[in-house]
């Protein structure tokens, strides 16, 4: 049946997804579960050096492909790799560990309908339609006619009451095009394709379907397979979230009732998406650093001090808690769980040694924020900034005693362990434990007298108690000599660029001299007859109104994203499923009665104003006809895309430069059109303007006079836009059938 494709809810999935597998096990056609494990899985791979290429110019491209040799090879372990590697998908050179499928390492001779790999990159061919596209990826994946033969097993229960309601389920889930199988018009249905199924794919020449719609025959071109496992990588992309939550709960529906295995890796998926999930993996810096159950994650983070906001979104949070750069936020709390932890760590119970600690890094603290405030004061730009901030910690690192003690330095860098910041840090901290009375026991050692003072004794670190408190003045007084450091490079080295200040009071004031009339005022520019307009925005509040007016509509549920919600709602399934017509509720309002009045009410010109007159926009018509025929020229003249946009590109910046606003030419047919528009909407004006060192002239008189337009030339510039126009068509029509670059 070629007729409109009938709307399939969740509701009405889950039920022929249930019936689906009750059949199948009746006709004996259920097939064994399959589980995915992997085991120390990585991968190598060759990588070009991109970090120290040349800038991107004609010739250091061409270096940089004939050294395509020159590569440098890093281990990394991300999200699309894991995929490809636990779907048996080609990832890089070298990969190393085991994926197995029910405790059988992956090989050669694995059965390719176990999984199925679904790529973040959309890749059809574009004369093919939707339907047509998924046709054929099902016979290459050998879908067999499983649909088609519990449909004839359900048709022979003709004794049984619920076969017309099977029948009738069914048909809603599967029917829609006579040209496709079952299965084919199934997976168009629950990606939301019905409407473009017999819609070409298109590309960059050929008008085709959307980017979202490419996405989604991305997944449909694997789904058909009905694999046992999928493996998706990025399949939100250019979906908005309500889409991205209806093909993601249809998936949800398949894994639960069909008992099938799926990885998918979104980008920010909004909270009702997330919940979507069973468990949940995430990668940090290529490291795996959770993998288990969604509703755990939460607690797991929390218990080491990442603490979630009950405002923040989960998913969100499991992003930044990830990243280096977002995990910033949530130093705070975590400084607060070190403290909390200090004695469950084991170190010295005593309470003055917890604030003895806790006051060394505060001044380490501060002695750092002060240290880096100088050095963006000194390096001034973000890039130097970024450079002196990591050589001196690597410095100040190395040199105090952490890494290399100070009986290990040579005797010439001894300056630099007591120039480190970090030396009276770890000396401060190490004192305050080590000088403890549970370390106290009797052990000689050198100079040592106690196990405590032994252990400092063999870091080369300092061990008499006077020292603490030395070394806490010393932090304290580094971050006051670095603060005012910053102070001097602020107030006297120069900035790195130079800006140019612009006098506003000045430029009004010239302004208002010009229009009261002022002969002193400085006059560079020409006042023309046009009302200057200003907005000025005040108190101005954003807020969404959140209807509830409609009976039947689900309430947004809490932290639901307003957005979504708005999507969810306003589909042609909610719609459907509450019987709804939303266009029909609205036209009958008074919502919509407002709208026609506001309409009518600024349709209407206030008085005393006029329109910009244009001779019927007969040059703005015949700039577009010129326009497009060129840009077919280029095309067509063209064997590619980026040569045709780099023609018609050159060829604009010419017809700019000599249209009149830069050069005062009538040379291409861009000055036309420029020549045309000012003589027909200022040539009649007739108010007097005043012209810098020149007598007061109309607006009519310094267009004829000045800039050498004159109304008797309106007819030729009309004529050479027919004549431009012309020509393209004919280079058109020429290139397009000696060159035929189409069908190449």
Known sequence: MEGEAQILTHEDNQAFLQLLRENMELLGMEETKVEVRFEEVSVEADVRAADHRALPTLLNSTVNIAQDDTCSRSTWFWENNLLKSTGCREV?????????????????????????????????????????????????????????????????????????????????????????????????????????????????????????QKKRVTIGEMLVGFSKCFFMDDISTGLDSSTTFDIMKFLQQMAHTLELTMVISLLQPPPETFELFDDIILLCEGQIVYHGPRENAIDFFGGIGFKCSSRK?????????????????????????????????????????????????????????????????????????????????????????????????????????????FTYAQNAISMNEFLDKRWAKEFHYVNANTIGEAILKIRGLLIDWRWYWICVNILFGFSVVFNILSIFALEFLNPPYKHKVINIRKVNADYINQISGDSKASTNQMILPFQPFSIVFKHINYFVDMPKAIPGVPRIREGQNPAAWMLDISSQATEYRIGLDYAQIYHVSSLYKQNMLLVDELNKPEQHKENIYFPPGLFMLLSFLYYTVFAMVTVALTPNVEIAAALSFLIFILWNVFSGFIILKEADPAAWTVYGLTFSQLGERTEVIRVSGRADVTVREYLEGYMGLHDGHLPLMVALHLAAATLFAALFCVCIKHLRFQRR
Not at 99 to 117: G, H, K, Q
Not at 352 to 369: C, E, G, N, P, T
Not at 386 to 393: A, D, F, I, R
Request: net charge negative.
């Open 92 to 212: 890089g050179s070298f990969l190393e560990g085991k994926v197995m499928y029910n405790e059988e390492e992956i090989c050669s001779s694995t059965p390719c309908y176990l999984r199925a790999y679904v790529s973040q990159h959309d890749l059809h061919h574009a004369e093919m339609t939707v339907r047509e596209t998924i046709n054929f990826s099902s016979q290459m994946l050998g879908t067999n006619n499983t649909f088609e033969m519990l449909v004839e097993a359900i048709r022979k229960q003709n004794g049984n009451n619920k076969a017309e309601q099977y029948i009738e389920l069914f048909t809603k889930a599967t029917s829609y095009g006579a040209r496709s199988g079952l299965a084919i018009n199934y997976i168009i249905k629950i990606l939301g394709l019905s409407e473009c199924a017999d819609t070409i794919i298109g590309d960059d020449l050929r008008r085709g379907i959307s980017g979202g």
């Open 313 to 421: 979104n989960v998913a969100d949070f499991l992003q930044e808690v990830t990243s280096k750069m977002d995990q910033k936020q949530y130093w705070a709390e975590t400084s607060l769980w070190t403290c909390l932890t200090y004695y469950a760590i084991g170190y010295a119970s005593s309470p003055i040694r917890f604030f003895q600690q806790l006051l060394v890094l505060f001044a380490m603290h501060q002695m750092s924020m002060g240290l880096y405030r100088l050095l963006a004061s000194v390096g001034r730009t973000k890039v130097m900034s970024n450079m002196l901030g990591t050589t001196v910690l690597i410095a100040i690192y190395i040199l105090g005693g952490f890494v290399i003690s100070k009986d290990e330095l040579q005797i010439w860098l001894h300056w630099g362990y007591w120039a480190s910041p």
